[in-house]
């Protein structure tokens, strides 16, 4: 959950994508990552398949999309932890729905397209934290979407979750309260209308269950892995835009949110 070290990962394929393509040797040819995933060994119990690698997933793909890597494949398999879920019982792992999953469906989100012949780019926003990350999503050279996610650690199973160290959010003088750091981000002023917004949410980062996307649960003991509106998550949120198009966005700690425009 650190964007910095991701973005140090994803550097490193991108500069030799520009070396190959400098020589001339992958030219017309898309740059692939064709086996990835977030931990060696297929991952580890309580890390790799907790609500925090579901933030590094989104971190990681947009950052990728960010720097031209066309394609990335995620690594997945029977009883693999960094799985987005898990197809069979065995007698190792229950079959479900695993958090990396909904990842996946906010990525999916923000790269949509109306149609095939759409072209979508994505552009990384730097921000001044090492926990933090956002990027812009344009659809034929049209701001189309926002999306930020806040990696700062928040572990809801313990009550010294380390809330104090980031600048950005007030935090409360119960430790036990999440914080929420704030954004602010400004938009062409034809765009100064109410935005609407949805969110990747759990109790926290080492949460293995309870995870939404846009208040949608695609947990398997639900309906099977289709999609189930959960009534005690928020939806339907909006921001308004002021006169000279900056709009302000609250994102818990271990969290993700995307503003449509």
């Known amino acids: 959950m650190n964007h910095t070290s991701t973005a140090h ?4 394929h991108a500069k030799l994508s520009q070396v190959l393509n400098t020589q001339g040797l992958t030219k ?5 990552l064709g086996e990835t995933n977030s931990l060696y060994h297929q991952g580890k119990p309580g890390l790799s398949n907790s609500f925090g690698a579901a933030l590094w997933v989104v971190d990681f793909n947009l950052y990728c999309a960010s720097q031209s890597i066309q394609r990335t494949h995620m690594h997945q398999g029977t009883d693999y932890r960094y799985a987005s879920w898990q ?6 792992t229950t ?7 909904y990842g996946n469906a906010m990525v999916a989100a923000m790269l949509k397209s109306n149609k095939e012949s759409d072209d979508v780019q994505v552009v990384n926003l730097p921000l001044s934290e090492e ?5 812009a ?3 034929n050279g049209h701001l189309a979407r926002i999306a930020v996610v806040n990696l700062q650690e928040y572990n809801y199973t313990t009550s010294d979750s380390d809330s104090d160290s980031d600048s950005l959010s007030d935090s409360p003088s119960d430790s036990t309260q999440r914080p929420v750091a704030k954004y602010s981000f400004q938009i062409p002023a034809t765009l100064a209308k109410s935005l609407s917004v949805q969110r990747l949410i759990a109790n926290g980062s080492d949460a293995i269950t309870g995870i939404t996307w846009d208040g949608w649960s695609y947990n398997y003991e639900l ?3 289709k999609p189930v509106r959960q009534s005690n998550v928020t939806i339907g949120e909006s921001l308004s835009v002021s006169k000279k198009g900056m709009i302000e966005i609250g994102v818990p700690y271990s969290s993700g949110a995307m503003i449509n425009l």
Do not use: C, L, R, W
């Not at 990962?9 to 490193?12: A, E, H």
């Not at 197809?87 to 190792?92: D, E, S």
């Not at 079959?95 to 999953?101: F, R, V």
């Not at 926990?131 to 990027?135: D, K, P, V």
């Open 223 to 225: 309906q099977g892995g």
């Open 131 to 135: 926990t933090e990350a956002a990027y």
């Open 28 to 32: 017309d040819i898309p740059y692939i």
């Open 9 to 12: 990962s994803i550097d490193q």
């Open 87 to 92: 197809p069979v019982q065995t007698n190792k």
């Open 137 to 139: 999503a344009y659809v």
């Open 95 to 101: 079959i479900g729905t695993k958090a990396p999953y």
